[in-house]
């Protein structure tokens, strides 16, 4: 038996897993001192006497043969162990005590420096943006806003004779007109009069009208009559019914007004109601003709105008011009537009407005009132109107051959022959027919007037007393 080669499998029972002797895992004691020559038959994982080519490894594991003494070892077959799993556990018997090792695929680490340093500055980024929306949040939600400096709240009142203060005081008394006629429809405006209604207004505003609407600074709207009117002056009076509360306009005296009075024009330029408008007497008895379409000069009329420099565009017609205490002193009626023929002609306003002085307006709307026509102060004579010389020159004959001098009228009693030039009226230059006209109607029938006559090349003066005629 001493010869014999140690064919038996070590004993199973202390067997470890493959690569336990080399690769412990951290944790697992080392074996005892001496043991390792105990456990060298199981170093390559596989049974001692296998195979002699294990190495030196495998021949530690038996003494020589005639130095073995131990008794025979009954011989078994040795079955073939199943093969295990790699990652099997397995009992390590020189351990200090039992220890159970486990496989769990990779080692697990810590986390590296850079990693906690990005995790810590995207963790701080985080909190960031979340403090700051929160932030946000609070200082929107908060009780406290953010205020701008801004002044203080004053006294709304105005000086009466500022734009505020005389538009505060006119806008009640000032009214705007729609007109509905049989072919067309138009806006304008005017003003009240007295308590019972009668409202002044421009007679192209209302000219042929079968509609009249009226509208007050309240937004109330009612319906109004014509009660009158006269195209020779441009004035038309129309009355409403049943309004309580009207805040009638004062008049002011035409005569007081002076150039670079500042005066305010209110009225509803293209349906803009209520529009306030400011600037200043630009001039004083400028002669306008205004009208003409018929083409039979019935509907021309002649105004001794006040020109302003205030604003004035379609629908203002009618609209007070007022001073600086808010009485009226005279009647928005036309505007000087660019020449028909200048391709930039501009259809509004370039400061150039025409008013009628409101004393013409208070005595035409006076007879409009009490018998729904007016009066025309006339001299008595027909006029050349094709005449191109400075002055207003008297007529060879009148219409349908009469004499252009009415016989026993103003003119034929003042002196005045067909043929005389009249080229001032109280002192006052006339430069045309158109102009003589005007200077004459912005009096009173009745009234005085002293003419200067040029005849034969000789001036000659001679007083007049103007007479009557019925207006259209």
Avoid: C
């Avoid at 192209?204 to 009208?209: R, S």
């Avoid at 009329?301 to 302003?308: E, G, H, K, P, R």
């Avoid at 307006?361 to 005449?387: C, F, N, Q, S, W």
């Amino acid at each position: 038996m001493a010869d014999r080669q140690q064919t038996e499998p070590a004993p199973q029972w202390w067997s470890r897993p493959e690569g336990t002797a080399d690769g412990r895992r951290d944790g697992v004691p080392t074996p005892r001192p001496g043991a390792a020559g105990e456990a060298g038959g199981a170093v390559g994982g596989t049974p001692a006497g296998e195979g002699e080519e294990d190495g030196a490894a495998g021949q530690a594991a038996a003494p020589p043969p005639e130095t073995a003494h131990a008794p025979e070892a009954p011989v078994h077959e040795a079955a073939p162990a199943p093969e295990a799993p790699v990652r099997e556990v397995r009992y390590d018997p020189w351990g200090e005590r039992p220890l159970q090792v486990v496989d769990r695929g990779q080692d697990r680490r810590g986390f590296r420096l850079w990693q906690v340093a990005a995790l810590a500055a995207g963790t701080a980024l985080l909190a960031g943006g979340i403090g700051g929306y929160v932030g946000v949040l609070a200082e929107r939600q908060s009780s406290t806003r953010l205020e701008l400096p801004q002044a203080a709240v004053a006294d709304k009142g105005r000086a009466p004779d500022s734009v505020a203060g005389i538009a505060a005081a006119a806008l009640p008394g000032v009214v705007t007109l729609h007109v509905r006629g049989a072919k067309s429809s138009g806006t304008g405006t005017g003003f009240v009069l007295d308590p019972q209604g009668h409202i002044l207004t421009n007679n192209h505003v209302v000219a042929d009208a079968r509609e009249i609407a009226v509208t007050f600074s309240t937004g109330e709207s009612v319906t109004a009559e014509l009660v009158g009117r006269d195209s020779g002056y441009d004035l038309a009076v129309v009355k409403v019914s049943g309004v309580r509360g009207l805040r009638p306009l004062s008049l002011g005296n035409s005569e007081n007004v002076k150039v670079g009075d500042p005066v305010v024009a209110i009225g509803a330029p293209f349906d803009l109601s209520n529009t306030v408008t400011a600037g200043i007497i630009s001039a004083t008895g400028r002669p306008v003709t205004a009208g003409g379409d018929k083409g039979d000069g019935s509907d021309i009329s002649y105004v001794d105008a006040l020109q302003t420099d205030a604003p004035i565009n379609p629908g203002n017609s009618g609209g007070p011009l007022l001073d600086a205490r808010a009485h009226v002193v005279g009647i928005n009626s036309a505007i000087r537009g660019a020449d028909k023929d200048d391709p930039d002609r501009q259809g509004g306003s370039i400061g150039l407005g025409f008013a009628i002085p409101i004393n013409q307006g208070k005595r035409v709307a006076e007879e409009l009132i009490a018998t729904g026509r007016a009066t025309h102060p006339v001299i008595g004579v027909t006029l050349d109107m094709d005449y191109t010389g400075d002055g207003a020159r008297v007529g060879d004959k009148g219409e349908d051959g009469k004499p252009s001098v009415t016989p026993g009228g103003p003119g034929a009693r003042a002196g005045i022959r067909p043929g005389d030039v009249i080229t001032k009226v109280d002192g006052q230059r006339v430069r045309g027919g158109d102009e003589l006209i005007i200077k004459i109607r912005a009096h009173r029938p009745g009234d005085p007037l002293t003419l200067t006559v040029l005849r034969d090349g000789r001036e000659r003066t001679l007083g007049v007393v103007l007479g009557s005629a019925n207006g259209s």
